[in-house]
């Protein structure tokens, strides 16, 4: 029985990783030639006060400096709006950051893709007071701000990122009819005629 546990620990916690890193934004496909592109990026990111740390426009990829997203007491609470939050048992959280790792490709001349990746992470400290860096996956939320504010900045407000289709595990269940009900009335020799 140890052994199943001790398997499935990291398993489950793999296919929750996975779940939450479905609600991240598509990379955008854009008929924009790549010099709006980019200067429209980082337009964006200087709107919202994120300093860019690498510019590299011949890889077409943007690094920005982590951004404090909350400190103090109420930092419990605001890691949760942003990514998902791992438990703790004796420690608590005393701030969070976060930073934008953009890629903007070039597909042809006037087609681009614009994918964007927000790392946070949070400090910990413990009992004794030892604070450690703890990586925190996100769930989407940052990224979709960007890039929906970045199609404002090409577009215009009335830009909306389109929502993608959820896969079969992401689905709501459907109401399933007792097993009485779903009783063909076929009659045929391997079913006889019901009474």
Same mark, same amino acid.
């Given at each position: 029985?140890?052994?199943w546990?001790?398997? +499935?620990?990291? +398993?489950?916690?793999? =296919? #929750?990783?996975?779940l939450? $890193?479905?609600e991240v934004p598509?990379?955008?496909?854009l ?6 592109? &980019? ?5 964006? +990111?200087k709107? $919202?006060d994120?300093?860019? !740390?690498?510019?590299?426009?011949a890889?077409?990829t ?22 998902v939050k ?5 420690? !608590? &959280? ?5 930073r934008?790792?953009v890629?903007? *490709?070039?597909?042809e ?7 964007a990746?927000?790392?946070i992470?949070? =400090?910990? $400290?413990d009992? +004794?007071?030892?604070? #450690? &860096?703890?990586?925190?996956p @996100?769930?989407g !939320?940052?990224?979709?701000? =960007?890039? @929906?504010g970045f199609?404002?900045?090409?577009f215009?407000?009335?830009? !909306?990122l #389109? ?5 079969? &595990?992401?689905?709501?269940?459907r109401y399933?009819?007792?097993?009485e *009900? @779903? ?5 045929g020799?391997? $079913?006889?005629t019901?009474?």
């Amino acid at each position: 029985m140890r052994r199943w546990v001790l398997v +499935l620990g990291p +398993l489950l916690a793999l =296919l #929750t990783v996975c779940l939450v $890193r479905a609600e991240v934004p598509d990379s955008l496909r854009l008929n924009v030639p790549f010099q709006p592109a &980019w200067d429209a990026m980082l337009e964006v +990111l200087k709107a $919202r006060d994120m300093e860019v !740390e690498q510019a590299d426009r011949a890889k077409g990829t943007v690094v920005t400096v982590y951004r404090e997203y909350s400190s103090g007491p109420m930092t419990d609470s605001h890691i949760s709006k942003i990514g998902v939050k791992p438990k703790l048992i004796d420690a !608590e &959280w005393v701030k969070v950051q976060y930073r934008f790792e953009v890629e903007i *490709q070039v597909i042809e001349a006037r087609v681009t893709v614009v994918t964007a990746d927000a790392k946070i992470k949070a =400090l910990k $400290r413990d009992f +004794l007071g030892t604070q #450690t &860096w703890v990586e925190i996956p @996100t769930n989407g !939320e940052l990224e979709t701000d =960007l890039l @929906t504010g970045f199609g404002k900045q090409l577009f215009g407000e009335r830009f !909306e990122l #389109t929502k993608r289709k959820k896969g079969f &595990w992401e689905r709501e269940p459907r109401y399933v009819p007792d097993s009485e *009900q @779903t009783i063909p009335k076929v009659v045929g020799p391997e $079913r006889p005629t019901p009474p």
